[in-house]
């Protein structure tokens, strides 16, 4: 069967001699791997869409788990991210995020343009970390993972939340707090922005100054969350990582 979809490429894998196996999140169908034949050859017409962050119309042919591609046109290149180390390493992180936390083929039209934004937003030159923090969690929200972050986790009262339990899930109020020793520390600044953060459309994202304290609590709220309930390792975190370790 023949298919047409918009896509972001947030995989490439060499296959072969010349060909590549490339991982499209599409408006229409969400995570499809397709086949780009002779992609790897210099004069290919197809090298340029199966590069990854492209954003394009593909068109292919599939009769299994696996599409051949037949024609795409290229919407947006995003070359510039791919031309830029960090831009490019909070690209590659956003799309593992993506390729590993959701299903295969369940569309998902709102988080494949909070991602098509994400990518924008880069090229725009906002906070790359920031936009980063805010579409994990839009992953969260729909892989189901999403902590609570209004209420305390332990007597769902609404007031003075302000330590996070990586353990129990969610925020803990004063009388909580001993409920978990282990339990995160926050300002009333970093609590502000991870709950804007799960309310906030990217699209929406202007210019945004955040404290580096902040972004240091928000990131340690964020590790701590995905490594006790999710627990997927990230090739890319581990290079987001040593980028700041060595001030790149």
Known sequence: MQYQVQGIVIRSMDYGEGNKIITLFTREMGKMAVIVRGAKKLKSRYGSVSQLFTL????????GQLGTLKHAEIIDSH??????????AYASYMAELTDRLLADQEANSFLFDQLNAALQGLVEQKDMQIIAFI????????????????????????????AFSPALGGMLCEKCRHKDPQALSLTSGTLKLVRLFAHMDIRRLGQIDVKPETKASLKRLMRAYFDTHIGVALKTRGFLDQMDKYGV
């Open 56 to 63: 394009g119309d593909y068109l292919f042919f599939r009769s």
């Open 135 to 162: 579409y994990e969690i839009k992953i969260w929200v729909q892989a189901g993972y999403l902590p609570e972050l209004e209420v305390c986790v332990a007597c769902r009262n609404d007031g003075n939340t302000m």
């Open 79 to 88: 070359h510039r991210i791919r031309e830029d180390l960090h831009m490019s």
